[in-house]
């Protein structure tokens, strides 16, 4: 349990991810350019629909945090570069899969590879990446993130099977609700954190730490997104956190409001307007910032065990960044 | 290369696999109670969809190779019984992958579980197997487990991206067709019985020597049924071998017929038994029953390195089991 410091910094210069991508460069080539010799296969669908989303500007932050904590932890050799590529394989697959399931249409303002290629053949080159993901694992010979990573594979799909049974269910609690973000995104980000650090050598203290750090990375980040595009969500029938929060504090009235226009996907014009004013009134939005400030602070007590070094100044301007961003 | 001892014995007893379900019954019985303890989670759906396959009537031949092979191989701990645990995950979520790209409705007699829970569900509980198996080789600590079974996984899905690409298509060849057969089935037959061996740690001639036994084992019972349900892929437009053969011997008009009613679907009343009048006249069941005899062979003499043993033996008239059945 870490002390939480209060995050204030409103007058000061904002928080940026650059100097994080700035001092991954380097590593950040051999990933890339591992990314796409790790697509590569003689059946030539799999580096044609992989290189679709591979290319569609993903800012890599997965791998980028894999790097970057290994830095941090003094890695020498090159196998964080391995596991940060498996990281974003996983990740790849995941989004590949997750397509098929929600039927989307669009990802990153583009086709998506299903609309292209069909949902066959997405499942299909999902499994391969994941298959080339191992692999890579494998190569790295290390035990603790094969078991790190194979848990977090796990983990996310048990999340996706969760939130398939739980969705458009306007009575998800806040716990269920948070559980099913800690599994389908915060799982990834740890893990990827937790191996740049198991490469490394560190300590297993350390390593639970770095846990915390991304959890909070990737919670807030996520309430951010969430609470600026809550027309498209609201639309979509998704339940967000501001949602959850509303409907819980809401009356009976309010309650069969969210029922319509959620589960049943009943909406007409004036119902987004509606939503947005009750979504205010219970101050949802608010506290939901709240929590990703909350979770901000664990993240930089995390890092605090960590001496300085220009790596760890970098993961807490990120930290600094991703909170900066629900406001 | 090893001496090709021609198969006789039709007048001696029928081989069965009896000796082999005997001789790996008592660590069976482990690896269904790991099977049914390794897919249950607090998330319902994920138990409730995994035993509808599981519990389908499947004869789990993969983990008893692994067990077999185990035990052939003089293992002592109960590592195998995970791996086998692993091998029967990554075969279920590949089938529940399969139903969903084949849109199949049956599986085994049953309804898929795709058909009762949708596409959805079962591309999740799908990738939740195959990250449930990851762990449990993981718990072994057999990093050369995990070398073959992860590329076993990548493997398999390249195999079904080239089948998908190549699906309909009368121009196949044999070696192509080889591949996708390889890739998709003998790969994880190979890779269950490789892991036996490898758990038990013996020396790698002897594992490579295994995966021959079970291309072989594969081959010639997938040949079997392929044969012997002809008319079923004939209505599903599957090239199977004796497909592959009859269409690259025939005349420019019976390779028309081919295309009319596998490539283009547009079949009538009178040409499934064309179809078998073309594959009889060009003896294409038989040269397809003689190269599942030719794996036989070599499935036999890769056996023969090993010291005599019951296991042996188990596994020597599964080989001749596998070979009658295309009879």
Request: glycine content about 12%; overall charge negative; hydrophobic content about 25%.
């Given at each position: 349990m870490g002390v939480v410091i209060p995050f204030e910094g409103s007058d000061q210069k904002q928080p940026s991810l650059d100097p994080l991508i700035a001092l991954t460069s380097t590593d950040m080539v051999k990933v890339n350019e591992a990314i796409l010799a790790r697509a590569a296969?003689?059946?030539?669908?799999i580096p044609e629909l992989a290189g679709h989303l591979i290319n569609s500007?993903?800012?890599?932050i997965r791998p980028m945090l894999t790097v970057a904590t290994a830095r941090m932890c003094?890695?020498?050799?090159?196998?964080h570069v391995k596991l940060a590529t498996a990281v974003e394989f996983m990740h790849t697959a995941t989004l590949l899969h997750d397509d098929v399931v929600d039927e989307s249409d669009l990802r990153r303002g583009q086709k998506t590879a299903r609309l292209i290629w069909g949902n066959q053949a997405s499942v299909l080159v999902g499994d391969y990446l994941l298959g080339q993901a191992f692999k890579m694992m494998v190569e790295t010979g290390s035990l603790e993130a094969l078991r790190i990573l194979s848990n977090a594979a796990a983990v996310i799909a048990e999340g996706e099977v969760l939130q398939l049974s739980a969705?458009?269910?306007?009575?998800?609690t806040e716990d269920a609700y948070m559980r099913v973000i800690g599994a389908k995104t915060a799982a990834l980000f740890s893990a990827a954190a937790e191996v740049g650090a198991v490469i490394a050598a560190r300590p297993r203290g350390e390593q639970a730490a770095l846990q915390l750090v991304d959890d909070a990375l990737d919670y807030s980040g996520k309430q951010a997104l969430m609470g600026k595009s809550v027309g498209d969500d609201f639309r979509e029938g998704k339940i967000t956190l501001p949602v959850v929060l509303t409907y819980r504090r809401g009356s009976q009235e309010e309650r069969n409001f969210w029922k319509r226009t959620?589960?049943?996907?009943?909406?007409?014009?004036d119902d987004l307007i509606y939503a947005q004013k009750l979504v205010e009134r219970h101050n949802a939005i608010a506290d939901t910032v709240e929590r990703a400030r909350h979770y901000g602070d664990i993240a930089r007590d995390a890092l605090?065990?960590?001496?300085?070094s220009a790596h760890k100044s970098a993961l807490l301007e990120a930290v600094d960044f991703c909170v900066a961003r629900a406001y």
């Open positions: 296969s003689h059946v030539e669908l500007g993903g800012k890599r003094g890695a020498r050799s090159d196998a969705s458009h269910d306007t009575s998800t959620l589960e049943d996907g009943n909406q007409t014009a605090a065990i960590f001496p300085d």
